[in-house]
Structure formats: structure tokens, C-alpha cells
């Protein structure tokens, strides 16, 4: 019997995920089906307890409803509980268990596919809404130097040192507090990408050899890759490789089979000009 599975969005007709899932399932001999599902904005409970009520299995969850899924699993990991969102949801004997592994596969992209290790390394994310909430934990397991977090508004940067004083240690301000310091790694987690806007962010924040990497993907040279380059900064990338390494994260975790990603990754990469 087929398995189902879905991703739940709204909009959703953009969503690369069932087509990600397909090639997963192909590779490793998976029977499953998986869909798009465009979840109304009043109505996501509802929704995934018919998915459930159909036999689902399990589903991605993508924006708006990333608070909404934290709220009705009855099981949420630490990576949801800390990140206080959640991308994805197994369905087991009337329990909905709950992750979030967004920051995980920021994580494995940018080590295992871009090749740059964090360890001791001075990281800064520029944001501090839920993509930063998710990265933190994941980014601070790699032992980095430094885990700096610049936002618009430093109160709100201010409240994630609060939050997870317990688990890492964050440097946090506003991007004026940046002067004079450099990042090895700098990580766009606002949403500049999809607005065009510029970040108040100095060319003096990228170090020699950084890695500029913008969350959002297959917007091409967004102005904050367009700033690092500016800069000099010649290793830049985008969220694709997150896209599926999240992706793969949640598949095994449903399925307990790894799928190989980088054929995935190679599918769905697009020029960054």
C-alpha cells in the first residue's frame, strides 16, 4: 500500500517539494505519494486531521503555518520546542511528532555540499526571525568561534541571546554594533531576498574568504549577494542546497533510508547572476 505524504502551504504552487520527494522516493525504492497541499488560512487544524483521517503519513509544513504545526503535535523535538516552528510532521498511533529541520540542512549544505566547515569560525546571521530561531541550535553543535546576530531591531536580537542562553552563547545587536568586526561566514535570514531591499550591513563585515550565503532560493543575485560581492567576496550560494538538504532530513526521519542529494541539488541549482 502506498504511503502519503504532503507539503501544506499557502500560496503552494510554487513549492519544489513533491518534485524533491518524487526523485527521493525513485532513488531509494520508497513506494510513496506525495502532493501539494494549499491549506486554508483558517483551516490548517482541520486540514491535516483530514490528511491523517486519508491515511497520511506525514507532511512538510512551509509558511504560514510553521506556528500552527508547533501548536497541535503532540510530540514536538527540540529542534521544533526551541525553534518554536516546525517544518515537518510524522503521524504514529494518534501522536503528531514534530521537527524543525531547517537550520539541520543550512547546516549539511554548507559543510558537506559548499565544503566550509564552521568549527571555529566567526558565523554572523543577519535576522532574527524564525529561520534564525531554527540555526542557531544546528550551527552552534559545530563548535564555531563566534555566532553573531544582527537585526534591524537589536531588542528583538536581544530576546534569541534570552532564549538560548541555556544552549549557546550569541553575541546580538543591531548592525551598528558590527563596526570594526569581521565573519568568516555571513548568512542572509531576512527577507530582503524576496523584498530587493539592502541590508545596513558594512563591506568590513566579510573577512578575507567568506562564505556569503543567502537563505532564500532561485532569486539569483539578490542585493545582499550583490553587496557581498561588492565587497570582494567571490564563495557565494543560496538556499537551494538547504531546500533538500531539509528535505532529505525529513525523508529518512519518515522513512529510514538516506536519499543522496547532491543529483537533487544539481537539478534545481540555477546561475547566481
Known amino acids: 500500500m502506498t504511503d502519503r505524504y504532503a507539503v501544506i502551504g499557502n500560496p503552494i504552487g510554487h513549492s519544489k ?50 506556528l500552527q504545526a508547533f501548536e497541535i503535535a503532540t510530540d514536538p523535538m527540540e529542534s521544533a520546542r526551541l525553534a518554536g516552528a516546525v517544518n515537518a510532521l510524522k503521524f504514529e498511533g494518534g501522536r503528531i511528532f514534530a521537527q524543525n529541520f531547517d537550520g539541520l540542512g543550512l547546516v549539511n549544505d554548507i559543510q558537506r555540499n559548499l565544503g566550509v566547515s ?17 540555526a542557531i541550535l544546528p550551527i552552534a553543535a559545530q563548535k564555531p568561534a563566534l555566532i553573531a546576530i544582527a537585526n534591524r531591531s537589536a531588542d528583538k536580537a536581544h530576546g534569541l541571546k534570552r532564549d538560548f542562553a541555556a544552549h ?52 539569483g543575485l539578490t542585493p545582499f549577494l550583490k553587496q557581498a560581492q561588492a565587497a570582494g567576496v567571490q564563495h557565494i550560494a543560496d538556499g537551494v542546497g538547504m531546500l533538500v538538504e531539509q528535505a532529505a532530513e525529513a525523508f529518512e526521519w519518515w522513512r529510514g533510508v538516506r536519499p543522496d542529494t547532491q543529483p537533487v541539488i544539481a537539478r534545481f541549482t540555477v546561475p547566481l547572476v
Open 118 to 134: 564552521l568549527a571555529g569560525k566567526r558565523v554572523l546571521i543577519c535576522g532574527a526571525g524564525g529561520a534564525t530561531r531554527g
Open 17 to 66: 517539494s513533491p518534485l524533491i520527494h518524487a526523485a527521493f522516493a525513485l532513488a531509494t525504492g520508497q513506494d510513496i505519494e506525495y502532493t501539494a497541499i494549499e491549506g486554508p488560512l483558517d483551516g490548517f487544524k482541520a486540514t491535516v486531521e483530514a490528511f491523517i483521517a486519508a491515511g497520511g503519513r506525514g507532511m512538510n509544513v512551509t509558511i504560514p503555518f510553521k
Open 168 to 219: 549557546a552563547t550569541l553575541q546580538t545587536g543591531g548592525y551598528e554594533e558590527l563596526a570594526g568586526e569581521r565573519f568568516d561566514v555571513v548568512l542572509n535570514a531576512t527577507s530582503t531576498g524576496l523584498t530587493q531591499a539592502d541590508l545596513p550591513l558594512a563591506a568590513s563585515a566579510f573577512a578575507p574568504g567568506a562564505l556569503a550565503y543567502e537563505l532564500v532560493y532561485g532569486k
